[in-house]
């Protein structure tokens, strides 16, 4: 089973479009209409596709989640890279890789992120979330510059992008 098949839209095709629904559309201040295949590292743009307001991080009944070549085993609490090594987690980095997981292709909101991983509410001016949004980027090889799984939305939160099978 595939969660997160295919990317959604950042916003309504133009209405003369007939692209297919794996293209991502950004409208710019001049009005002008971008498409895309990948989301850009920073959207500026309200995306339509929102978690629900409330995130439920239940015991997990999937066993495995599988992403860009990533296996996060959730019986034994590891994660191994494409090249089968095992990299270890903290506890706050294998929940927030969980959460990403289970809403893929979704904007979480840096709110929900740190309640659920922090058990508590989140302060603007803290930046531990990103702190460890950073350390899970670097321990999945993935760029803040130019990332490919987890994408950060400006003003909003971050949306991971891979595709996710679980087992």
């Known amino acids: 089973m595939f969660l997160g098949s295919a990317p959604q ?62 296996t996060l085993d959730t019986e034994a609490h590891y994660l191994l890279s494409p090249h089968n090594v095992v990299v270890s987690l903290s506890n706050v980095e294998y929940r927030l890789l969980r959460i990403f997981l289970t809403y893929p292709n979704c904007v979480l909101t840096r709110d929900q992120l740190y309640n659920l991983t922090q058990k508590r509410d989140w302060d603007p001016l803290d930046r531990t979330l990103d702190l460890q949004v950073s350390r899970l980027r670097q321990k999945l090889g993935d760029d803040a510059r130019t990332p490919r799984l987890i994408k950060t939305v400006r003003s909003e939160g971050y949306i991971f992008t891979a595709l996710v099978d679980v087992d």
């Open 9 to 70: 839209a950042l916003a309504r095709p133009p209405p003369d479009s007939h692209s297919s629904p794996s293209v991502l559309y950004q409208q710019t201040s001049s009005g002008r209409t971008l498409t895309s295949d990948v989301l850009p590292p920073a959207l500026s743009v309200n995306a339509v596709n929102r978690c629900p307001v409330t995130l439920n991080l239940q015991p997990d009944t999937v066993k495995r989640y599988k992403f860009a070549g990533w």
